[in-house]
């Protein structure tokens, strides 16, 4: 077993441990909740049917080549059919996207029933009233435990005026610029 005490941060009340059996899951995602991040949306047509699911693990990668990164769970039913697909739009929402982010965290269902949207050049769904998007043709996909990392080739991208919705220790907000 291998023991790692840290530093305390002001607040933290508990010590961690790291077992060669893994980490206590509730304290790793209560210390990584503590990273604020925006939220995604990916979406693709698979079959002419769009698809789509809530992601916060998205990051920019590469400048030259532009792509980007995110990191779909294995236990996900849209991913598989993203990944065939070839092509994703990384919608990026905006403050008052927080009712669909909630309806794309859900399996199962028409998640783009009611859910305006345009096609990318890639085809893509591009949703309406995200804060910004990047269209991306899949560039390559690594096993990372019960994860995938993916990395995309970004083709296309846009941005629009408004603020963003954030994700903070399991919470949504937004910045009050
Ligand atoms: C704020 C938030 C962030 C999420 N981030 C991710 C993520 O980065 N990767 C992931 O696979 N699932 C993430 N999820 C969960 C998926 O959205 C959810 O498991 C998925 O929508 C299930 O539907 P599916 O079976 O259609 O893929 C997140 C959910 C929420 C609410």
């Not at 995602?29 to 769009?50: K, N």
């Not at 309406?128 to 995309?152: M, Q």
Request: charged share 20%; aromatic share 8%.
């Amino acid at each position: 077993m291998t023991q790692v005490s840290g530093e305390r941060a002001p607040g933290d009340e508990g010590d961690f441990t790291v077992s060669a059996h893994g980490l206590d899951q509730a304290r790793f995602r209560e210390v990584l909740g503590h990273f604020a991040t925006g939220v995604t949306i990916v979406s693709a047509m698979e079959d002419g049917e769009p698809v789509g699911f809530t992601c916060q693990s998205f990051t920019s990668l590469s400048l030259e080549p532009p792509m980007v990164a995110i990191a779909p769970a294995k236990s996900s039913t849209s991913w598989p059919r993203i990944a065939k697909a070839g092509a994703f739009c990384v919608n990026i929402l905006a403050a008052d996207q927080e009712a669909l982010c909630r309806a794309f965290a859900v399996s199962g269902g028409d998640k783009f029933a009611g859910v305006p949207w345009r096609p990318g050049a890639l085809g893509t769904p591009i949703l309406e009233g995200s804060l910004a998007w990047v269209e991306c043709e899949l560039e390559s996909i690594h096993d990372a435990g019960d994860h995938e990392l993916v990395t995309g080739r970004v083709v296309g991208m846009a941005v629009a005026a408004g603020h963003p919705l954030l994700f903070y220790r399991g919470g949504f907000g937004t910045l009050a610029c």
